[in-house]
């Protein structure tokens, strides 16, 4: 049931908001345990770049107090890499979940990080 309303919202959302090349789509999803970051650009339907929980290269770094601190540091490496492609500004999709607890970790690490989401 909750997913089924989730994915109400993320159709509702999604009628609004778009990632163009200039400005993508920074969504975010996820699951019990992990959280994944994608950039987007919706003109041409591809992912720019992705960053996620379950990457080597944050499985190997010693296990975080919490999955919001483990969020905020895929927030940051999302933004990270969006700077490194020369990407700067991104439109936030949250997907369908409520703006609270891991989904607003993710968009605060990548605002720390230099993004302007």
């Known amino acids: 049931m909750d997913q089924q309303l989730r ?13 163009t090349i ?3 789509r920074l969504t975010v999803f ?8 994608q ?11 992705s960053a996620s929980s379950v990457e080597k290269e944050i499985k190997s770094l010693p296990p975080f ?9 895929i927030g940051e490496i999302v933004a990270k890499r969006a700077l490194d492609k ?13 703006y609270h607890g891991r989904v ?3 968009a605060e690490g990548a ?3 230099g993004l302007t989401v």
């Open 7 to 19: 994915l109400k919202r993320k159709k509702r959302i999604r009628k609004k908001i778009s990632g």
């Open 22 to 24: 200039e400005k993508p």
């Open 30 to 37: 996820k699951s019990c345990k992990h959280i994944y970051a």
């Open 39 to 49: 950039v987007i650009d919706d003109t041409d339907s591809k992912t720019i770049l």
């Open 65 to 73: 107090e919490s999955k919001t601190k483990m969020a905020k540091h």
């Open 86 to 98: 020369g990407i700067k500004r991104v439109v936030f999709d949250r997907n369908g979940y409520v």
């Open 104 to 106: 607003k970790a993710v």
């Open 111 to 113: 605002r720390e990080a």
